[in-house]
Each structure stands twice: as C-alpha cells, then as structure tokens.
C-alpha cells in the first residue's frame, strides 16, 4: 500500500453577503457626489454601497482618522414612482376597485376599508399615524404634507401598509378615505448596482427629497440628503481578492493517484465535501510536488556506474 503526499490549491473570490460585508475605504478629499463616484469606480468599484446593517456598522467602523462630518455614499435618486416615506417602492399594492386613476407627480396615497386611491396631495382628507404599536385615525382634514407632519409632530408617522395582515389591521379603523405615508416621489438606488435601496438609515426627517445625492454622518451613521454639487470627503466600495489556500494530505491508498481518471473522481468527492461545508466559489487544483532525491542517493547512483 502505497502513501501520496497531495497538494491541493483552493482558490477563490469572495462575495459581500450580510455575514461577509464589503470592504470600505474612507478618501479624505473633498469632492462633488460624481467626482468622488467616478474617483471610486477608478480605483475602488464605486462608491460604497450599504445594502445591510452589517454594512453600515463596517462603513462607520472603518478607519477615517478623527473625521466625524458628512461623507459620500453611493445612495442617490435614480427615479421616481410610488415610495413610502423612507424611500423604499412598495412590494405589495391595495388598489380599490378602478384605481389608480392618476399616478405620477403630485399624487398621494389614501385608504378606505375597501383599498387605495390615488388622490392629488393638495386636497384635504384625514389622515392615519403609527406610533410603533397602534394605527391612530385623525379626522382633522388636511393636505398630505400636513398630515405627515402632524404625525412627526405626534412622535408617530404616517401609515404604511407593507401587507395584507396591515391592511386588514387598518381597514378596521377607517370608514372613508385617509392619507397613508405612501406618495408619488423619487425612487433611491445604489450607483453600482443601481438596484432599489431596501434597508434606510436616515437620519430623523430625511429624506426631504430637497436634493438628488445621499451622504452619511460618520459620528453616528445615519444618512441625510445632500446637494450633489456639495464637496464632502467619501467611503469608497470593494470586495475581498481572490485567496489562494495550500492544502497538504497524506492518503494511504493501493489506487493508483497518478491515474487522471482517479484524480478526477477525488476532487469531485473533495469539491462535494467542501460544498456541505457553505464553501461554493472557488477552484481546486491538484498539484504534483517534484521529486527530490537526496545528494547521498546521486553518489550512490554515480559509484554504480
């Protein structure tokens, strides 16, 4: 029975998830929001994008000398459509029968008990908040701006409704129309990926929606709504290299392992093994280390001559 020394290159590139974050570097020059994404796609992959709040942890932690002010995310308005009031595109929809029969600027969102309306922000209805436990109806007739400040006013917000079990909830409540924190409004994306933003962190107020590019307050994370023209330093996006990993096995076997075919079916067995593990990206390579014979074995070898 013969023993192998197996060599096994593991290689890889890893993935931000939410449990592996991206890698964040803080550039301390200040630069307009499409200098500093155009400097990050140069050098980095872009501006940082923080699409988990493991991800804004990291981002916060991440070296930026005693700097604690505004700096760049690649957060900006990418569109408009219906958003509820942090931003986010709904992904579930109660449409009363026959709506909507307008969308677009200038339209916002009401409920009654049997669905949604689109009605023009300026007319007076009332209007429902959310304390964090209970939906709250008020029946004082106001615009929807107003309406959303009373609610902030009430340390509440207007109501969103995210699903069927929220709608039943509030349906109970309402017997004709009422304002809903849901309006027709600028959609927020990621520069990179430009996908929707999903997880917010804004600070209390924001967004206003006043300006197009989104900054974060380094002392504490939350994000606010920035001139794009303003000149902040920036937190630029990357991900972690490939990494090679040398793995070294003994295998005692009578299976020929110069065989390619037996090769072959050892890295398949290998790869399946790794992969029960959670380890998926990467590439094995089988290397054959060279044989070394001893200097005494070559004298030996030269006195036989």
Same mark, same amino acid.
């Given at each position: 029975m013969d023993v192998f020394l197996v060599l096994l290159l593991l290689s890889g590139f890893c993935v931000p998830t939410a449990s592996f974050p991206n890698i964040y570097y803080f550039v301390n020059e200040n630069m307009t929001w499409a200098e500093a994404n155009g400097y990050c796609i140069k050098e980095y992959l872009g501006l940082a994008q923080i699409t988990y709040p493991e991800n804004n942890t990291a981002l916060v932690n991440a070296p930026a000398g005693e700097y604690t002010g505004k700096a760049w995310i690649g957060l900006h308005i990418?569109?408009?459509?219906?958003?509820?009031?942090?931003?986010? +595109? +709904?992904?579930?929809?109660?449409?009363? +029968?026959?709506q909507p029969l307008y969308t677009g600027p200038g339209y916002c969102m009401s409920t009654d008990y049997k669905g949604w309306y689109s009605v023009r922000c300026t007319e007076t209805l009332g209007f429902i908040c959310f304390d964090g436990s209970n939906y709250i109806t008020y029946r004082t007739y106001v615009t929807w701006n107003d309406a959303k400040t009373s609610c902030e006013n009430k340390n509440s917000a207007l109501a969103q409704i995210l699903d069927v079990e929220t709608f039943d909830k509030v349906s109970i409540?309402?017997?004709?129309?009422?304002?809903?924190?849901?309006?027709?409004? +600028?959609?927020?994306?990621?520069?990179?990926?430009?996908?929707?933003?999903?997880?917010?962190?804004?600070?209390?107020?924001?967004?206003?929606?006043?300006?197009?590019?989104?900054?974060?307050?380094?002392?504490?994370?939350?994000?606010?709504?920035e001139p794009c023209i303003q000149q902040y330093?920036?937190?630029?996006?990357?991900?972690?290299?490939?990494?090679?990993?040398?793995?070294?096995?003994?295998?005692?076997?009578?299976?020929?392992?110069?065989?390619?075919?037996?090769?072959?079916?050892?890295?398949?067995?290998?790869?399946?093994?790794?992969?029960?593990?959670?380890?998926?990206?990467?590439?094995?390579?089988?290397?054959?280390?060279?044989?070394?014979?001893?200097?005494?074995?070559?004298?030996?070898?030269?006195?036989?001559?």
């Amino acid at each position: 029975m013969d023993v192998f020394l197996v060599l096994l290159l593991l290689s890889g590139f890893c993935v931000p998830t939410a449990s592996f974050p991206n890698i964040y570097y803080f550039v301390n020059e200040n630069m307009t929001w499409a200098e500093a994404n155009g400097y990050c796609i140069k050098e980095y992959l872009g501006l940082a994008q923080i699409t988990y709040p493991e991800n804004n942890t990291a981002l916060v932690n991440a070296p930026a000398g005693e700097y604690t002010g505004k700096a760049w995310i690649g957060l900006h308005i990418g569109g408009i459509g219906w958003a509820w009031l942090d931003g986010r +595109p +709904p992904t579930y929809y109660r449409w009363s +029968p026959g709506q909507p029969l307008y969308t677009g600027p200038g339209y916002c969102m009401s409920t009654d008990y049997k669905g949604w309306y689109s009605v023009r922000c300026t007319e007076t209805l009332g209007f429902i908040c959310f304390d964090g436990s209970n939906y709250i109806t008020y029946r004082t007739y106001v615009t929807w701006n107003d309406a959303k400040t009373s609610c902030e006013n009430k340390n509440s917000a207007l109501a969103q409704i995210l699903d069927v079990e929220t709608f039943d909830k509030v349906s109970i409540v309402v017997d004709k129309k009422m304002w809903i924190g849901l309006s027709f409004s +600028p959609v927020w994306v990621w520069s990179e990926t430009k996908q929707i933003s999903t997880f917010m962190n804004w600070k209390t107020g924001q967004p206003n929606n006043e300006f197009n590019c989104s900054a974060i307050l380094v002392e504490d994370g939350t994000w606010t709504t920035e001139p794009c023209i303003q000149q902040y330093p920036f937190f630029c996006s990357a991900v972690y290299k490939s990494k090679k990993t040398v793995v070294s096995m003994n295998i005692q076997t009578d299976v020929n392992l110069e065989n390619p075919d037996t090769q072959a079916a050892v890295m398949q067995q290998l790869q399946a093994t790794l992969a029960k593990q959670g380890v998926t990206d990467f590439k094995l390579t089988w290397t054959k280390q060279p044989v070394q014979i001893s200097r005494k074995k070559i004298d030996d070898a030269c006195l036989n001559v």
